[in-house]
């Protein structure tokens, strides 16, 4: 029996991790790699700032480095994949970002992307993910809905936040298909895509999804 | 319990369907989705020229349609992608073409994808599917193996053949990930990457593993 | 003396190929080539889906190789170029495709093309177009104009909508040169230009226009 | 009758204009507009540096607005396109370069487009060109023959350089289109066709081609 | 002592060049290079055509032709960077455009750049050099303030009306640094930057920063 | 009198530090900002992998901040960029990173940069910084020397190697203009020019240079 793929949310809020726990449920599969979601819990409470971003790798490169013997793959449930690339050179198992495979998934169900963004701070740093993913030509906007974390536990504000943003997206600048620019936000997506009428990607969904079907065809190892 | 995915080999030969067949072997898990591989009958031996690409595309969305009752997503097993917006735009389930898929799985292995194809005169059309995609800044090349349909068949040669023309794209190009560009070559997967030493897609693998995710998350219904 | 260019317009309906046929008029010289423009009569009645542009592939194959020994060139009179690289590996005539042509002219009279379509539904399809094409960098935007076949045939409201659209493109995304992005339209060029102040490309005659250049020109054979 | 479309033959070289000349003879049909090839006395015997690109600008906007009141169109024939845009301020007829015309014309001709350069030094500023046309993504490289205006008369040897360079351009960067890169070299496109096995674009023909079409629809005046 | 830089005003305005000197204040320092500031008198009062932008070419590489001997750098103080190639291929020294330079310095304060144009019709230009430039990829918009040369003269509606402009590029456009599109603003930059709260780039003091670095450095000579 | 600039080497190798100030010397002017050149005591002796890049951005952080109070600006002395943004969003000064202003710098030299990288490693994580910068279009290619640190203290056969890579990127790869993909490689700038017979950047020198101007210019501070 493989062993799990380890889902690990660098920022330190055990709430978010939870979120993202009951999102897995229907990738838990019986024949399929187990799916555990953990917290860092030297990140800080939400990842905001590039010193935030930064910041987690090296602890996140640690936990990953102590995991490494009993897992079959990495997700870094953060949008801005802090560390993933030191993560990649340093295991050899398959290490995903939710970023990367949010937009990538994004690509298979709508032609240009749009993306609801917490914050407007972080949406040169997501610009510059774009171009280094070499996608610019697919995407169609960012905007941020602008609540804070404690702003972000009243539902309805924020589903309607987000909602708003995304017709927008959809509406001024031609998204057909929405990723939601953060992790853990996988309670809004149906309601939204509902309210939208476009494809609307859960992230950390996408890059899990990926990551069981890497571990099930075993390609690492080059 | 869910319909099954739908795997279907636009060409009407039964042994490049038996390959891909046995390549889903390890994407069968216990509580996951069948993967059930089909041969388009009314399609040709091989999907060579453009014509081909656009003739199956009718019986592709025909067979689909009769499938659509008890099927839960597609994946049309020919590099080329033939039919895929067809299929896309009449069915409620995802759809996958495992050109896009393979590709966009090779973003996340490497930073420049490469790709093998069969014949010389794919490759301009394959180009024009990398500039739709939007991806054109992460390619590094595409080169044939330029053997038919018959030479295929002798393992020895064409993996001689895939390494050769693997290893140009390797240090000609600059490719640090490569896309097998044909369905049904899962066989030479591993030992091709053995002997490049960077990771290798196989796009049908790549496509159906997106296709068990999506499945299992039931993005679909927008 | 040369054999004839046919433009074929790919849906069924012989007013549209009457409106393209009265469009040829300035197009044919005494000492030019023949220009005929005929209605394929298995298209459907207009092509809106993407089934439709697979669909008359095959049929415009067959057309075009009836008429290959008397003819030295092809139009394809159907904003989504179907079939245009089927023909061009079939054929050792030049192939053009009015989306083609209607672009590439629209860049030598503006500096960001914007293109007015029909239907929603085509601007994706017309969207990877561009991209396969590799002039995303000019693109300025497409918007529909949201009218049916039958309120087409209404000339005031066809021409207000073409306009405020029209204008959108121009002061909204930057638009200096419109392409009309649908064969037939050349009867709304004139007025449309008067009416916006930017050129307008009617694309079945910019496409008509080259292929009258290659013709005489024989560039053909190699 | 409509009035003259105008060749302008930017460098003094009477022989080079008398080519041009020649080479428009498929293009003169009785019912479509005259063409007549003029030499810019004021230009220099070629136009090789930067400073020659600019000092012809002047002198060419003066000679087009004496023909302005008897002209159809202007075709610049020098393919670093000088004045192009001084010209189309000033004119209410379509001004071509056939810089633009050829690169545009070989979109439909190929999907990667060479380019055969006299010098080395021209290289830099055409790819600003290309850059600024926003066609990067299409093309495969620009190589020079290095042959200075003596050593051009001799027929075999450049015939031969260009063959050589032509191949380089496709076989080691994948052109499978090329365009040749200076005015007036007419006489060589079909033998270099025949030898290179893939289409050969002459700028000048394609440029005045593309306005043969644009004055017969006289889209001109917005 | 090294020689001085140049920077000479292309337009015969001695009001816009006094309004450079001015502003080079701050990067004359007592151990750098002399900064001399120049109009061409054969310059256009403004330059605003396409004719203004070619013309003045041939006598700016005069100019500086004539001081070269005592120069070790010059900068062309035009936002469309006349005869910047020209100068470049017959001087030793190094030769900068502020075109070129504000938008390049602009890439190190901001994600996306706006630029702030004087006029609508300098738009397309400006454009075509950010594509040959290769940087659209970074390019938020561009919007003019419409003013003439005399409407120019009063400060407050000027700055009125590049705030308005500046506020429409960041709000709508999404740029989050602001370019400067001309020559001699830079008594604009500081409360520009003010009242937008983003950064905003005087492209002559850019230009001439960066000429003072390469003088230092005196990396001329290959 | 203005605070000075501080250039943090973020390796802890007290020669490299040495090497860049010596660098500096053409850019101190007496009426200039001072120059101070600093080593990171907690960075790793050379920043070689993902974790090197990624575990100096706190301590660079934290540098700075103590620095703050007298800094007029910041230089991050190391081609990858560590930790760029972190300290922008904290900072009131200008933060240059040696990376982006080398390649931004090589911009205003040639049409097309190549990279003379130290290893093979670091060429994928610059390729993803040259896609942020959203400057690939003018991008020719990257070669690593593949030299150890201990071999690179071998000024000959270092010399050898630079120059033998770089005629690769300006023979094969159409490179017009080189950047030394590392700090600290001064020594090598001017006899590499001087072999290759095109001009080599050395990007210390390039961001403090850049550096010198915005702080005599003061835009800081929005």
Not at 162 to 184: S, Y
Request: proline fraction near 6%.
């Amino acid at each position: 029996m493989k062993p799990p793929i380890y889902v690990i949310n660098p920022n330190s809020s055990e709430v978010v991790t939870a979120g993202i726990d009951a999102a897995m449920a229907p990738l838990r599969m019986v024949g399929g790699p187990e799916i555990r979601c953990l917290t860092l819990a030297e990140g800080p409470p939400g990842i905001v700032t590039h010193f935030d971003v930064q910041s987690v790798a090296q602890p996140l490169a640690l936990r990953a480095d102590a995991l490494a013997a009993e897992a079959s793959a990495f997700v870094i449930a953060c949008y801005s994949d802090p560390g993933l690339y030191v993560l990649r050179e340093r295991l050899k198992q398959p290490v995903f970002g939710i970023g990367e495979c949010g937009v990538l998934t994004s690509l298979t169900l709508g032609e240009r992307f749009g993306v609801i963004a917490i914050l407007d701070a972080s949406i040169p740093r997501h610009l510059r993910s774009y171009g280094a993913m070499g996608v610019m030509g697919r995407f169609a906007g960012e905007l941020a809905i602008g609540l804070n974390v404690q702003e972000l536990a009243q539902y309805d504000r924020t589903l309607a936040r987000m909602t708003e943003v995304g017709r927008r997206l959809r509406d001024e600048r031609g998204a057909d298909v929405i990723v939601m620019g953060c992790a853990g936000m996988a309670a809004y997506r149906a309601p939204l895509q509902q309210a939208l009428g476009i494809a609307v990607v859960e992230p950390t969904q996408a890059a899990v999804g990926m990551a069981i079907a890497r571990v099930q065809l075993g390609w690492e190892g080059c």
